[in-house]
């Protein structure tokens, strides 16, 4: 039972001051501190993020709204960006990044979690996950910003990048935002339209939105108009700034629709080859392992394979958890097929495959 109440915890954070700057400084170890203090409350530490789920929301047939009440150190998080959402499994640490579709006062945040098929953590959060467990947040990141005043704003979403935009679309009407707004949102099928309820209320009340769903994978049924993204669906929106996020293929077919400002957030699933590549010699410097790799696979993979556990969290390029020096060698990118070849050069090694031998800072 925790010795002060979850609320205390977090009025308390200030006093934990002193003792950050004695960790940052080598003074303290923080992870002695943070054991002391968990003895007190399982959610305060120095500076690490673990926050109460408190409510649980099916906004769709496939996607579920949790609200979190995080300790005191969420500071500076903004509706639009992600965090990695941490929760072990089976002894195993995993980690996954979700987009901030709400960030209130006190300590309060909405994460938008999907179901993927398959998928290890998101179905364990979505089928188990209960209000009150406790869980670990990294901080957030993401540079998406709602665009200054001007003709418009475009926001046009595939699947679950609508919760990259909800949150950027639920503040900039709360605080008077009146010029239009079109926004598109791709599903599959009617039961995937995410915050539909939602949605139509704010149309109502915030005459300047409007609000389409197209349906892309059966015909369109009353109020969603059918197929996939055209450069058609652009018609009238001449002079917005567009924020678009989803699957890689629809940011850039996007993109290279549209000839005016543009804010993207991409995410894909990778391209799994069913055949081997070539082998290759893969060289982890800091581990000092020499393996025989496949030109197919990312690095990451190939690295936990041998036995390695390098940091990472959501296995498609946007977190940056996983990223690691390129110390010799060429890689390219998965999702792409952009080639890295410099010494020293930053790569993520979920979306990097090696085109022959490679050297890792691993």
């Known amino acids: 039972m925790s010795l002060l109440p979850m609320r205390l915890v977090r009025r308390l954070s200030f006093l934990l001051r002193p003792l950050r700057?004695?960790?940052?400084?080598?003074?303290?170890?923080?992870?002695?501190?943070?054991?002391?203090?968990?003895?007190l409350h399982p959610a305060w530490r120095l500076n690490r993020v673990f926050a109460r789920v408190v409510g649980r929301e099916w906004v769709s047939d496939d996607l579920l709204a949790v609200r979190l009440r995080c300790n005191g150190n969420a500071r500076g998080w903004l509706a639009g960006q992600h965090v990695q959402l941490y929760l072990e499994?089976?002894?195993?640490?995993?980690?996954?990044?979700?987009?901030?579709?709400?960030?209130?006062?006190?300590?309060?945040?909405?994460?938008?979690?999907?179901?993927?098929?398959?998928?290890?953590?998101?179905?364990?959060?979505l089928d188990h996950l209960p209000i009150g467990a406790l869980l670990e947040l990294g901080q957030a990141e993401g540079e998406l910003q709602w665009p200054q005043p001007g003709a418009g704003v475009g926001l046009l979403a595939a699947g679950s990048g609508i919760t990259a935009l909800l949150g950027l679309l639920r503040e900039a009407l709360a605080a008077g935002y009146a010029?239009?707004?079109?926004?598109?949102?791709?599903?599959?099928?009617a039961g995937q339209r995410a915050y539909q309820e939602e949605l139509q209320?704010?149309?109502?009340?915030?005459p300047n939105l409007q609000v389409r769903w197209l349906l892309t994978g059966q015909p369109p049924v009353p109020g969603a108009v059918g197929g996939r993204f055209q450069a058609e669906h652009l018609l009238g929106m001449s002079g917005f700034e567009l924020l678009t996020c989803g699957p890689a293929g629809f940011v850039e077919a996007v993109r290279?629709?549209?000839?005016?400002?543009?804010?993207?957030?991409?995410?894909?699933?990778?391209q799994r080859l069913s055949e081997p590549g070539q082998p290759v010699r893969l060289?982890?410097?800091?581990?000092?392992?020499?393996v025989t790799g496949d030109s197919n696979r990312s690095l990451l993979e190939q690295a936990e394979d041998s036995g390695l556990r390098?940091?990472?969290?959501c296995r498609q390029g946007i977190c940056a958890s996983c990223t690691c020096l390129l110390l010799g060698g060429a890689v390219r990118d998965l999702r792409s097929g952009t080639t890295f070849a410099e010494p020293g050069q930053p790569i993520r090694l979920c979306v990097s495959a090696p085109l022959g031998d490679v050297q890792i800072d691993l």
């Not at 089976?90 to 098929?117: A, C, F, K, N």
């Not at 010029?179 to 099928?189: A, I, K, Q």
């Not at 060289?283 to 020499?290: I, K, Y």
């Not at 390098?310 to 969290?313: I, R």
Request: glycine share 12%; proline share 4%; no cysteine.
């Open 21 to 39: 700057a004695l960790a940052a400084r080598g003074w303290l170890r923080e992870a002695e501190v943070d054991a002391v203090l968990a003895w």
């Open 283 to 290: 060289a982890f410097a800091r581990s000092r392992l020499q």
């Open 89 to 125: 499994l089976d002894g195993v640490r995993h980690g996954r990044s979700y987009s901030l579709t709400r960030v209130g006062g006190d300590g309060l945040v909405e994460l938008g979690i999907r179901r993927q098929p398959g998928g290890r953590l998101s179905n364990r959060i």
């Open 310 to 313: 390098p940091a990472h969290g």
């Open 201 to 206: 209320q704010l149309m109502l009340r915030h």
């Open 179 to 189: 010029v239009p707004v079109t926004l598109l949102h791709y599903v599959r099928e």
């Open 256 to 270: 290279n629709s549209w000839g005016g400002a543009l804010q993207a957030e991409s995410f894909s699933p990778l």
